[in-house]
């Protein structure tokens, strides 16, 4: 019988792997989220700025 199959406990380190990639998504929507948050605050920026020229220009 392959070694293998006579193990039936997962490795020892399998916790650490599973924290390391919970954490890593748990990063990545964090940073997607300030990204989301700063780009709608430019967007509304250059909204004000395009008014104010607007109304510069009249």
Do not use: C, H
């Amino acid at each position: 019988m392959p070694i293998i199959l006579l193990q039936s406990q997962p490795p020892a380190n399998l916790a650490f792997l599973f924290a390391a990639f919970a954490i890593t998504w748990v990063i990545f929507f964090v940073y997607a989220f300030f990204i989301s948050r700063r780009r709608q605050d430019l967007e509304r920026e250059v909204r004000e700025l395009q008014g104010e020229a607007e109304a510069d220009g009249k």
